[in-house]
């Protein structure tokens, strides 16, 4: 994970990239409060080193997954995030992080 990290760091440093993030539930659960604090976390980072962020795309699935989870379908687990909690994460974005959110739902 830290070499993507530090992939995408020095892409942004070259210009201003989207990031597109994906939110979904798995077996009904969500991101926790954590999970997400630490996604704003890797978003401060990549523009504290220097780099530059156009934009976040916040996303969920849009239409049922069949790759497969523990030898199941994964449509069985996964469901998209409801847009409140899309939202949430797209305002965390703008006023921890300083960019512009967007907000994709299914």
């Given at each position: 994970f830290a070499k993507i990290l530090r992939n995408i760091t020095d892409c942004a440093r070259c210009r201003a990239i989207v990031i597109q993030s994906l939110f979904l539930r798995v077996y009904g659960d969500?991101?926790?409060a954590s999970e997400i604090g630490a996604y704003g976390d890797r978003l401060a980072?990549?523009?504290?080193?220097?780099?530059?962020?156009k934009s976040v795309q916040v996303c969920t699935v849009a239409r049922k997954p069949m790759a497969m989870i523990n030898g199941r379908l994964a449509f069985e687990a996964v469901t998209a995030l409801p847009v409140a909690e899309l939202n949430a994460i797209a305002e965390m974005v703008r006023h921890r992080v300083g960019v512009p959110a967007e907000v994709f739902a299914g």
């Open positions: 969500g991101p926790s980072e990549i523009i504290g080193a220097g780099g530059q962020l």
